[in-house]
Nanobody, 123 residues
Framework: QVQLVESGGGLVQAGGSLRLSCVAS????????MGWFRQAPGKERQFVAG????????HYANSVKGRFTISRDNAKNTVYLQMNSLKPEDTAVYFC????????????????WGQGTQVTVSS
């Protein structure tokens, strides 16, 4: 059974940092692109960051560029999202996802999803 399991969410003050992790199991994802999305209450799920299978290419939503960093460790089947300078508007459930190709910012480009982890940023 293929699973993506996120962890690392929590409550943090504005200006603080969190690091999210996403561990894949059931098969290797070392040949897949990976991404992070987020969904705030009452809003649609939106793209946050993506990374190629090798980790050599990354792309970000404009709203997080310069503050968030996506990385991966294929030996551990794990992808990370380092979030710095957090703002209240970053509050959302964060999801990791796997895609057959790199570069998509749309949910339909991803075929495996985790259950999400809550990030709450207080002002």
């Amino acid at each position: 059974q293929v699973q993506l399991v996120e962890s690392g969410g929590g409550l943090v003050q504005a200006g603080g940092s969190l690091r999210l992790s996403c561990v894949a199991s059931g098969r290797t994802f070392s040949n897949d692109a990976m991404g992070w999305f987020r969904q705030a209450p009452g809003k649609e799920r939106q793209f946050v960051a993506g990374i190629s299978w090798s980790g050599g290419s990354t792309h970000y939503a404009n709203s997080v560029k310069g503050r968030f960093t996506i990385s991966r460790d294929n030996a551990k089947n794990t992808v990370y999202l380092q979030m710095n300078s957090l703002k209240p508007e970053d509050t959302a459930v964060y999801f990791c996802a796997a895609a057959p190709t790199y570069g998509s910012v749309w949910q339909r480009g991803y075929n495996y999803w985790g259950q999400g982890t809550q990030v709450t940023v207080s002002s």
